[in-house]
């Protein structure tokens, strides 16, 4: 049996579940404080447009962009709607696996 394997990239995934929440129009960013500073932690594709990404400073983005709408990342939050897209996968493929240190992986065989 062939060995099947799949990679599955989010990059938005905790903007667009607050936006979901919440709609806002134009540029958005979730935040998270750094020491002293706010930085970016994830942001919505307008916000990206105009030239921010993540881990710039707060103070950075505002003054590309005075017009960015922020909200505080809640990480507990994006670690829910990851264990639910983990348990959603594990429907329709092998559940993940996640290799301890030094171990290997192999594939699944009583997958069907």
């Given at each position: 049996m062939a060995r099947r394997l799949?990679?599955?990239?989010?990059?938005?995934?905790a903007s667009d579940s607050s936006l979901r929440s919440q709609p806002v129009e134009g540029p958005?960013?979730?935040t998270l404080r750094s020491g002293n500073?706010?930085?970016l932690h994830c942001l919505n594709?307008?916000?990206q447009a105009l030239g921010?990404?993540?881990?710039?400073?707060?103070?950075d983005a505002r003054a590309i962009c005075p017009d960015?709408?922020?909200?505080?990342?809640?990480?507990?939050?994006?670690?829910?709607?990851?264990?639910?897209?983990r348990r959603w996968t594990g429907?329709?493929?092998?559940?993940?696996?996640?290799?301890?240190?030094?171990?290997?992986l192999l594939p699944n065989r009583n997958f069907h």
């Open positions: 799949l990679s599955i990239w989010f990059p938005r995934l958005f960013a979730l500073t706010d930085h594709a307008a916000a921010l990404h993540r881990g710039m400073a707060l103070a960015l709408v922020t909200r505080p990342a809640d990480l507990a939050a994006e670690a829910a709607a990851l264990a639910a897209l429907r329709a493929a092998a559940p993940p696996t996640i290799p301890r240190a030094g171990e290997k």
